[in-house]
């Protein structure tokens, strides 16, 4: 059972999750997490499984999946109908409407939908995945020299369930590099697994840029891949001109997050959030909606 907070009705609600069965089995029996290291978290499994949700016959899934989870669909931009596939509705564009974003200068937004986590004053070499668990974030990207500029900084981690909106955005105007691949495994992201497996943000296959953003000065994005995730797409244009709001990119089906690092005194958390990391849950926040705000010395 997955807690969380939804900051909109003030209450702890509870995450329903697709597959919830097959997670506990994978990640909790002794056979289960033996096929867990032979199969599940290699790239054949998940690409397979990509390569069937490319396919028509995945179309069957969209409906019992609206149903089951309470798709709104009135905020996608086409209709169950337009779908060729299964993977063509999980990475579904929504009206603009539905995810209004606040253009205000000062403020911080989250770049997708999901369940986000937030720590300031960060350790790089003691970087917190789950309670009991950590990982240095030389070990998310490989490279010292921009690991070193987040030294003291604010982390924001983002969760995205595989019911949520799977297209991530840029949190401010500026300018974003080419954005890295590392490889790796396939383990599930859900807290769950994470709770399993030690670095598992190290393990999966994950991909980091540089957003030069023009108020909350350099942000290391980091996409990381899942169980049955086909692929991470970036569609924006590295050095060329973005604006707050911009689409950065998708995940293909599955389970997946995002990690945002800030240099210090950049930012300021929204107080609840903080808060609510403190005593151990998540809360629920939606593309565009603020989690933050520009520090002021």
């Known amino acids: 059972m997955i807690k969380y907070y939804n900051r909109r009705s003030k209450k702890y609600e509870i995450e329903h999750i697709a597959g919830d069965k097959y997670l506990k089995w994978i990640y909790s029996s002794p056979i289960g997490m033996k096929l867990l290291e032979l199969i599940v978290k290699k790239k054949v499994f998940s690409k397979l499984y990509g390569y069937f949700c490319n396919t ?7 409906y019992t999946f609206i149903k089951d989870f309470n798709i709104d669909m009135e905020e996608s931009i086409d209709n ?17 409407s539905a995810r ?4 205000n200068s000062n403020i911080l937004i989250s770049p997708g939908d999901g369940r986000v986590l937030a720590y300031s004053n960060i350790d790089l070499n003691k970087l917190i995945q789950v309670k009991g668990y950590t990982y240095k974030l030389y070990d998310l990207i490989e490279n010292k020299n921009i690991a070193e500029k ?20 840029f949190i401010d105007n500026g300018t974003c590099s080419i954005s890295h691949r590392i490889k790796g495994d396939y383990y599930s992201v859900n807290p769950i697994s994470l709770k399993k497996i030690p670095e598992v943000f190290c393990k999966n296959e994950r991909q980091w840029s540089i957003l030069n953003s023009e108020n909350f000065g350099d942000v290391l994005y980091v996409e990381i891949g899942a169980t049955c995730v086909g692929s991470i797409v970036q569609t924006y244009t590295p050095q060329h001109k973005i604006y707050k709001g911009y689409e950065k ?6 389970g997946s997050t995002i990690i945002l ?7 300021a958390i929204d107080k609840d959030i903080i ?8 809360t629920k926040v939606i593309m565009g909606e603020k989690i933050g705000t520009k520090y002021k010395l």
């Open 100 to 103: 209004p974003t606040d253009k």
């Open 275 to 282: 808060y609510q990391t403190n005593i151990g849950y998540e």
């Open 56 to 62: 028509g016959l995945s179309r069957r899934k969209i």
């Open 150 to 169: 987040f030294k003291s900084g604010n982390l924001i981690i983002l969760r995205l369930a595989p019911v949520d909106y799977h297209r991530f955005h």
């Open 249 to 254: 990119g998708y995940f293909k089906f599955g």
């Open 261 to 267: 690092f800030f240099e210090k005194d950049k930012i």
């Open 80 to 96: 169950i109908y337009d779908f060729k596939s299964f993977n063509d509705f999980f990475t579904r564009k929504l009206k603009k």
